[in-house]
């Protein structure tokens, strides 16, 4: 299971976000600025994201609309001091899905959090990621308005790579929750299926969909 990302520069705040939802079972990997928070963000694979409003280089309204924009899903709960009305009404509109105003108890920013990866597993009904939209209930896919037929292990990766849209997301990892093996089967498994959709999916002039991020995986580009 993918770990809860806390993006955080006040350390008390942090090892109490982190006791926390360690204490109710999860992961957490922590970042202390606006610059390394919004890295792990995008070419990491998250369940969730603590995310503080004022942050030192880039700001939490930033990191979650940089997020939104490259076709991210992950559910944010923005975690700030300022309470006015109108601070959490932009921290919603940039991409926020709640908002917790400091100072806070830690067993209601957990709650916060298991709602939102409850809300996070109803299936949408479809993925719009910029060129490229799903349909999950028909598995659909299409290009540019164009549909594209996936054989099942295709749309199984695809639809993967569409829920961290904008994150890269590691070999071992995909092979866990698409085929479901806790090691490298061989036989170039992956590469083969990623080759097919490229063909599949990519047009004459436009970049592909599907970027290889050295060292890490592969992230789908919103496109």
Partial sequence: MPPILIIDDDPEATRLIAAELERHGHRVEVAAD????????????????????????????????????????????????????????????????????????????????????????????????????IDVLKREVRVDGEAVRLLQAEYRLLDFLAGHAGQAVSRQLIFEKVWGYHFDPGANLINVHIARLRRKLDRPGQPSLIATVKGEGYRLDAG
Wanted: positive net charge; hydrophobic residues 45%.
């Fill in 34 to 133: 606006g610059v390394s928070g919004l890295h792990r963000a995008t070419t990491g694979a998250f369940d969730a994201i603590t995310l503080d409003r004022m942050l030192p280089h880039i700001d939490g309204l930033s990191i979650v609309a940089t997020l939104r924009k490259r076709g991210s899903t992950v559910p944010v709960l923005m975690i700030s001091a300022l309470s006015d009305v109108d601070e959490r009404i932009a921290g919603l509109r940039a991409g926020g899905d709640d908002y917790l105003v400091k100072p806070f108890a830690p067993e209601e920013m957990a709650m916060r959090v298991e709602a939102l990866l409850r809300r996070g597993t109803a299936p949408a009904l479809s993925r719009r990621l910029g060129r490229l939209e």
